[in-house]
Each structure stands twice: as structure tokens, then as C-alpha cells.
């Protein structure tokens, strides 16, 4: 309580009812899965190819394989369809991938320093760290032996060899290793290399050496080499640590997994099994199923005999995206195939986020309004006989419509089966995604005595949220009566035993929005009256 001790007006700021509840995200993808650069295990994230091409190296040629650069192109295919923010989660087989390394000696030899690559892959073999003396102004008193630490590379050029800066990591001084910029090379990390003091070396042994390098005016060069790409995961294990770290990252929303596919083996089931399970734990996003390229789904045993999860997290497209291989080249490279395969769930993946950004988590993301790009051809036809008992088995077909080109003809989740409830992907995002405000936005409430003025404002934070949901569209009914309820009190949503544990219970209820799936159009013949 404030203190009135004199005479006087006083001012005091009062908080409002209710708390607003800000709407989360609902379309950050992540991909996990193979390349051959960028940090092992450890989410990124981006918000472009050309974020993608920076932290992970550009397309890779992936020659004999009719999928290229699968992590590659379903990330090229997310953002060319519509996706704007998405993680990258690079994913080794355990125990393969060496980074580039180097020692930076002395003309004589000595080894002064180790510098490795700042992850693994053979896209550093080349780097080179340089030491180069720096003159000092001739009105100067000389501060020590300077030398510019530069990694770049070598490039050949009409005159000759030139080194081509493409980061600088500081000046070194050579005269006190203690100070004046040893140590700030010294275990310094940049985003290219990481360099530390040579085993066997100290810090006076190394100023004595650059002292001695400078004198002579020598430049100290460290070329990196025998960097290992390593192998692309094929087990479960190899993603377990990345689904674990993602536990942690709560705004993801559109799981996809590069390379693993349905039908592709015991390994990959398993793989699958792991990130269904991951977002079933988690509760807050959905993962993309592919099946297995090369694969037909002539009838519907032909899918019941693929024994696809039946998650109401789960998502499934087929078939399998064509695009222009931008390896081939007529002249250059004419043994490359024409075109390559692209993930299906990468391509639905960018078409959720064009929808939501532009009509709401609750419709459908499929129909003719944003037909798939990039696409030069699909890997099967899907007419309406396939689609047929596609559809009844939660199978999302891609089509190609007549004057509307290849778009996404479903929207169904994995669990039409098996949990009708949750059959559509926009009835189960649009949960998804009040679930994840409402915790979100009412986080305050942790600690705040459980009484009627809490179960109050909760009410109006939570109905606040709900009705503006309402008006813009995103659920049934047209009163705010018909659409959602939220209900929090004694006798209504807990009983004294529940305060008495310390719990405040909140029930939210909403109408969703189903998608008009089956449009009937009934014609009549009129019959002329005499």
C-alpha cells in the first residue's frame, strides 16, 4: 500500500480488467535435415533463401539421386510458395563430419597457433587465417610489433595469387602477450574459424615469435584443409538430440524432415514414429509426412499397405513436386537430369503460410486461390477416381486444375480415421493456435491469489481474445454466443479441492470453421405451368 504523508495530490496508475492476449505465430516452419555446412544440432533461424544460402551453403548437385538437395530445395520450395520464417536444424550421422583445421607456423616452423573451421564440412578447405605486418604511421611511438589476423582465401588473377579478405579478426600486437590484441585472437571465435593457442605454445613464446616475424616483415599464413562433410542421418538417434532442442523453441509450428519419407525403410519409420511422437509431446505444432518418391498409390490398399501414422499431429501430401534441375545445363552439364523431385509437404508447408497471412489459420490451405509455384509438372496424376479413396484415407492430393495449374486438393490431417474430431487441418490449427495464445497471454496469473477477482480477469482477457477472433471471421455462428465460451469459477470449472491444490481451471469452447469440402449444386428441370 502507498504512503500519504503531506498534503497534496497524488497520482496513481491502476491496470486495466483485462490483459490482452496477443495472437502467436502460426506458420514457422523448421526442416531437419542434411547439408553440408552450418552449425550441427542447433536451430537457426532465417527468413529467406538468401538466409538459408549464408548460414548452410547453396544448392548442393546431389548427382544420382533423383531428389538433389532435399533439405535445399523444400526450403527453396517453403519460401517460394509463401513461407516467411522458418528454422534450420542441421542434422549429421553420429560420429562423421570433420571441420577444416590448419596450424599457423613461423618461417621456422614453430607452430604457433591451431584454427579449425567453426563447423564441420569441407566448405573451409581453403580458408586461409593470414597474419600480415601492419605498418604504423611514420609520427608515431611504436606501441609494438602489429600485425592484421585476416581469414580469406587465395583467388588466382591475371598478375597472380591474391589473398581476398573476408573477415577480419583484429590486430595482434608481438610484443606482450598479455596485451595489446595477442588475446584477442587467441581462442577468439568469428563465424568462419576459431583459433587458440598452439599445445606446447604460451603466450610469450608467442609474442617472441611474431616479434621476430615482424622484424623480418614475414606475413604468416594458415591454410585450412581436410574438412568431412560427413554422412546424412539415417536413424532416429541422429535426430533425437534436435527433436529434444526443439522442446525448447515453442514457436515452431510446421515440422518437416528432409530426405525421410514414408516407405523408405525401418530406419526412416522410425525417424518419423520419433517427430510424430515429438509433436504430440509438445502439443503446439504438426508434422509433415511425406511418402516415399517412386511410389504409386494406385488404390486404397495400396495406401492402407503404407501404414501412415494416424496423429491428429500428422499431415500427409502426395504426390511428389517437379521443378527445372537449376543444375542442368545443355552445354555445361548435360548428363544432370532435367528435373528434380520436391517435397510435397515442403511445397503444402508454404502454402499454409501464404493462407494464413492472408485469410486466417482457419481456412483451409487449398483450393484454386493459391495455386503452387515453381512446379514444371507432378510425379503422378491425381484425377477424381484416385482422389476418390485418397481422400477418406487422409491423403492430401496435389492436381493440376484446368486454367488454375498444380494446387493443393485437401485438407485433411492424419487422423480422419482414426479421430474425426480433428479431421481438418484448419479445425486442428486453429486449436493449436488459441491454445498456444491463451498460454502465452496469461502467464501473469502464475502466483496471483486464486480468487474471483483472478477467475474475473481471466474471463475477460480470454473472452477479449476469443471475440476478436469472432469478428474477423474465424469460427461458427453468427452471435459471439453461438461462436466460443470461456468459463472460470467455483462450481463452475473447479471445486474447493482444486483451489485447495493450488489450480485455477479455465474452459474455452469454440465453433470452428470446417471447410466446405463437398460443394453440392442440386438442378431441377422447371416445367412450364399451362
Known amino acids: 500500500m502507498p504512503s500519504y504523508l503531506h498534503p497534496g495530490v497524488y497520482i496513481e496508475e491502476l491496470a486495466g480488467g483485462a490483459r490482452a492476449i496477443e495472437g502467436v505465430g502460426t506458420s514457422t516452419a523448421c526442416f531437419i535435415g542434411y547439408a553440408a555446412r552450418g552449425p550441427v544440432g542447433t536451430p537457426v533461424l532465417i527468413a529467406s533463401w538468401d538466409d538459408y544460402a ?138 568462419l574459424v576459431r583459433v587458440a593457442l598452439h599445445t606446447g605454445a604460451t603466450t610469450a613464446s ?97 495406401v492402407n499397405n503404407l501404414e501412415l501414422p494416424t496423429s491428429t499431429y500428422a499431415v500427409t501430401y502426395y504426390p511428389w513436386t517437379r521443378i527445372n534441375n537449376p543444375f542442368y545445363n545443355p552445354d555445361s552439364n548435360p548428363a544432370a537430369d532435367r528435373t528434380v523431385l520436391v517435397s510435397p509437404g515442403a511445397t503444402a508447408a508454404g502454402i499454409w503460410a501464404k493462407t494464413d497471412s492472408r485469410r486466417g489459420v482457419w481456412k483451409a490451405p487449398a483450393g484454386i486461390e493459391f495455386p503452387v509455384l515453381g512446379v514444371s509438372s507432378l510425379e503422378f496424376v491425381v484425377e477424381d477416381p484416385e482422389q476418390d479413396y485418397l481422400n477418406p484415407a487422409g491423403v492430401n492430393a496435389l492436381r493440376r486444375m484446368p486454367g488454375f495449374g498444380p494446387v493443393v486438393w485437401g485438407a485433411r490431417t492424419r ?81 474447493q479441492d482444486d483451489i485447495d491444490r493450488g489450480q485455477v481451471i479455465v474452459l474455452v469452447g469454440f465453433a470452428p470453421l470446417k471447410p466446405a469440402e463437398f460443394v453440392i449444386v442440386r438442378i431441377q428441370q422447371k416445367v412450364a405451368q399451362q
Request: aromatic fraction near 6%; charged fraction near 20%.
Open 415 to 495: 487422423s480422419t480415421r482414426a479421430n474425426p474430431e480433428w479431421r481438418y487441418v484448419p479445425v486442428r490449427r486453429t486449436a493449436l493456435f488459441i491454445e498456444e495464445s491463451v498460454y502465452g497471454g496469461i502467464q501473469w496469473a502464475v502466483f496471483e491469489p486464486n480468487d474471483s477477482r483472478l477467475w474475473s480477469s481471466l474471463r475477460a482477457s480470454i473472452e477479449s481474445f476469443m471475440n476478436g477472433l469472432f469478428r474477423v471471421g474465424a469460427f461458427q455462428g453468427d452471435k459471439a454466443s453461438d461462436a466460443y465460451f470461456v468459463r472460470c469459477g467455483l462450481g463452475q470449472t473447479m471445486t
Open 206 to 302: 608467442l609474442a617472441a615469435a611474431l616479434g621476430a616475424a615482424y622484424a623480418a616483415r614475414e606475413t604468416l599464413t594458415a591454410p585450412l584443409a581436410n574438412g568431412d562433410n560427413g554422412n546424412a542421418p539415417a536413424a532416429a538417434a541422429d535426430y533425437t538430440p534436435a527433436l529434444d532442442r526443439l522442446l525448447k523453441t515453442r514457436d515452431v509450428n510446421i515440422l518437416l524432415l528432409p530426405g525421410v519419407f514414408k516407405g523408405g525403410g525401418a530406419g526412416m519409420d522410425s525417424i518419423l514414429g520419433a517427430a510424430v511422437a515429438h509433436c504430440e509431446r509438445i502439443g503446439n505444432r504438426m508434422v509433415m509426412v511425406d511418402i516415399a518418391p517412386g511410389v504409386a498409390l494406385a488404390d486404397e490398399t495400396a
Open 54 to 191: 549464408r548460414q548452410f551453403g547453396d544448392l548442393r548437385e546431389n548427382k544420382g539421386s533423383p531428389r538433389g538437395d532435399e533439405l535445399g530445395l523444400s526450403v527453396g520450395a517453403f519460401f517460394l510458395n509463401g513461407g516467411s520464417t522458418a528454422y534450420v536444424v542441421r542434422v549429421l550421422a553420429q560420429g562423421t563430419g570433420l571441420p577444416s583445421t590448419a596450424t599457423l607456423r613461423n618461417g621456422a616452423g614453430t607452430a604457433l597457433l591451431d584454427v579449425q573451421a567453426i563447423d564441420p564440412g569441407a566448405w573451409a578447405d581453403g580458408l586461409v587465417l593470414r597474419l600480415e605486418p601492419k605498418a604504423l604511421p611514420a609520427n608515431s611511438v611504436p606501441a609494438g610489433n602489429n600485425f592484421l589476423a585476416q581469414v580469406g582465401r587465395l583467388e588466382t588473377t591475371a598478375s597472380g595469387t591474391a589473398f581476398v579478405p573476408a573477415e577480419n579478426l583484429g590486430e595482434v600486437n608481438g610484443d606482450d602477450g598479455a596485451k595489446n590484441g595477442v588475446l584477442q585472437v587467441i581462442n577468439k571465435s568469428s563465424r
